[in-house]
């Protein structure tokens, strides 16, 4: 993570992510509800857009969010007290490797919404968190894979940039295309009867919101924060980087469509062992 | 279509278009109830298999299927004979491209699947059906697209012999990544209120129906389909080939995951004009 992280802490990043929150959350999160009282542990809140939809969608948990960036702690900590009146959260500065039950004691669920995409060792980072979690407790990881991005118009171009995107996060030691193999990952960590469902977004005219909220400002916006890393790396020339945004585009607009998918995995812990 | 029709006529792939229709038709067919009574027309029926799902999910339909091989109808008859008995088709032997209201009446809905990949011209051949439809009834037309095809293990050998489908059906002067694109397609061609959406295909070892019935039975066995005539192209030595296929078996095998998206678009009739 550090400085090689792939998304940056700009304000344009914070508010995409923001953005991102909003318009997927039904998607993510709509099977997501945890009950009242229970211990959560949020692993890797980043700027909180997932912590508030924890807040709202499962009232009355117990939330404990982590992150190893203060900065974006302190985001979250903003966000949480404008949107979510009144919620407390143990906010924890920490890397997630480094959590340990005599610190925080054990959890009724887990959950991690697009951090495993960004770590070299995810396996190593499911098991570490597995002496967290109560026997019988719920892992739920969030991924996306941006393989399953397509769209049309089709474009060498705008498929140029979006490879940029995956080999910046693989030279960062993440995996953008994760989102595929979230059930062998879980079940190689040990957790108990994994399961794995596709989340897919497809936007096309008649759902402007989504062409607005996802296309444009979701994944042409994640894209675009990777132009002068990109450029810097030699992956492309600047009009070439342009020329592929601007084919990218027309997937945002009418005739055009876009299609990706997420995948959400809940595993649990076994009873024994 | 004829001879270039890129899927076969063989008994082997006759039994792989029943196996698809039979593992994916709660998906692609749950939410299209015809009312008992209403007049449809099934262009490009084939050897059936969605013709069966249309009798038995839409009882009481006056349906009337159509292809333009006569061998392909023969085995529709023979299959619905068998697994709906007693139901009443009107069979027709034709291209669609000449159907006539003159000679058909109108119809309260078309239903087309997996057919539009084939044509040339799709947007022609979707204007030339309105034509037999009445105004306020209904196209639903469901289609692949075989670019959202990935999977885990990752392989450059498995997608090559994909691309080797993709390739020969493009040569053939079809389109196997149409689905994408089927709200333009239909808005294109006039249809009114178009929607479209993705029905998306997801298996792993928690799912060993869709393991078996859809990443073997259905993908893996269209693409060994064209071997063949991959090889006669010189797309691949036999040696890649079937490394190509080895590697695309292991997605199938415990640890391993297979991700597809069908789009199924409606589309209305006009009632001016």
């Not at 597995?130 to 171009?157: K, N, Y």
Request: glycine share 10%.
């Amino acid at each position: 993570m550090g400085t090689d992280y792939v998304h940056g802490y700009t304000t344009a990043e914070t508010r995409r992510l923001t953005d991102q929150a909003g318009t997927l959350a039904d998607l993510l999160h709509g099977d997501t509800p945890y009950e009242a009282g229970s211990r959560v542990l949020e692993v890797g809140c980043g700027v909180g857009a997932q912590t508030v939809q924890l807040l709202t969608r499962s009232p009355g948990i117990r939330l404990t969010s982590v992150d190893i960036s203060e900065e974006s702690l302190a985001h979250a900590k903003a966000r949480v007290a404008a949107e979510v009146p009144g919620a407390e959260v143990d906010w924890l500065h920490a890397d997630l490797l480094g959590l340990t039950p005599d610190q925080l004691g054990l959890f009724d669920h887990l959950f991690l919404c697009f951090v495993l995409e960004h770590l070299p060792k995810p396996v190593e980072a499911l098991t570490s968190l597995q002496r967290l979690l109560r026997p019988g407790g719920s892992i739920t990881v969030i991924e996306g894979d941006h393989e399953s991005a397509f769209f049309h118009p089709r474009s060498t171009e705008a498929q140029a940039v979006i490879d940029c995107l995956i080999d910046l996060q693989a030279e960062a030691g993440g995996d953008s295309l994760i989102g595929r193999r979230l059930q062998p990952l879980l079940t190689d960590a040990g957790y108990d009867d994994v399961r794995a469902r596709p989340c897919t977004v497809y936007a096309d005219e008649t759902l402007p919101h989504l062409v607005d909220g996802f296309t444009r400002k979701t994944f042409i916006a994640m894209v675009e924060s990777v132009r002068d890393r990109s450029l810097a790396a030699g992956l492309r020339t600047p009009a070439q980087w342009e020329q592929g945004i601007r084919a990218l585009e027309r997937a945002a607009e009418p005739g055009g469509t876009f299609h990706y998918t997420f995948f959400k995995a809940v595993g649990t812990q076994r009873w024994s062992g």
